[in-house]
């Protein structure tokens, strides 16, 4: 008597390495999104960063109090929203704009600060 087909050990050898390939593609899939919303974020500061150091500052001789579509105005204004749809400056943003020495809103510094996912915090300081 001949029979053909597979035995239940071949069959759950392929489900179990089938499982283990789906979960290696998930955790892959979730890396690259977590690395594109990081490189997005630097983006955004970079972009923060240059406009007020070579738009802001150099029209004003000093930096703002706050930062907002008003007073940057050289950049796309949606850089200014995390990849989360924050808006810089509210509590639950990614990004923050610390200013340092301010008097009368006009400020000698500032930090500027991304909060990645897969490294350490984006910093960006005044240099001036």
Do not use: W
Not at 100 to 110: F, L, P, V, W
């Amino acid at each position: 008597m001949n029979q053909r087909g597979f035995t239940i050990i071949e069959l759950l050898t392929v489900i179990v390495l089938f499982a283990i390939a789906a979960a290696v593609a998930y955790v892959q899939f979730n890396t690259f999104q977590q690395m594109g919303r990081d490189d997005t974020r630097r983006t955004a500061v970079n972009a923060m960063y240059y406009n007020l150091e070579d738009i802001f500052y150099k029209t004003h001789s000093y930096y703002p109090e706050t930062i907002d579509e008003k007073n940057l105005t050289a950049m796309d204004k949606a850089l200014l929203t995390d990849p989360d749809g924050q808006k810089i400056g509210s509590g639950e943003s990614d990004y923050r704009y610390e200013p340092i020495n301010c008097e009368a809103s006009k400020c000698k510094g500032y930090t500027l600060r991304a909060d990645l996912e897969k490294e350490a915090d984006f910093v960006k300081k005044s240099r001036n």
